[in-house]
């Protein structure tokens, strides 16, 4: 775990986000990057579509959400990390 990183309770992932996801999740049941697929797999996660990086406005941003499941939403993330590396990389 990276040691400068807050908690995830810092971070917002607290008890009430626990319950909004739960309701998020039962109202979303499906993944959307596998249902514009054609595929009909159920989503383990909320992913923030724009990453908050601690904007708690961003963060309850409900038109910021989507369901995903773990694989999309690992894909995704890598890819997101890929693309900031390569623009710090280019900057240099």
């Known amino acids: ?32 990057h596998c249902q514009n697929k054609g595929k009909l797999i159920p989503a383990d996660l909320i992913d923030h579509i724009i990453p908050h990086k601690g904007d708690m406005n961003l963060f309850w941003d409900e038109t910021n959400w989507q369901p995903l499941c773990t694989e999309c939403h690992n894909r995704k993330t890598m890819n997101e990390s890929i693309a900031k590396r390569t623009i710090i990389n280019e900057v240099k």
């Open 1 to 32: 775990m990276d040691k400068e990183r807050p908690s995830s309770n810092a971070r917002g992932y607290t008890a009430t986000w626990q319950r909004r996801r739960r309701e998020y999740l039962r109202e979303n049941p499906l993944c959307r």
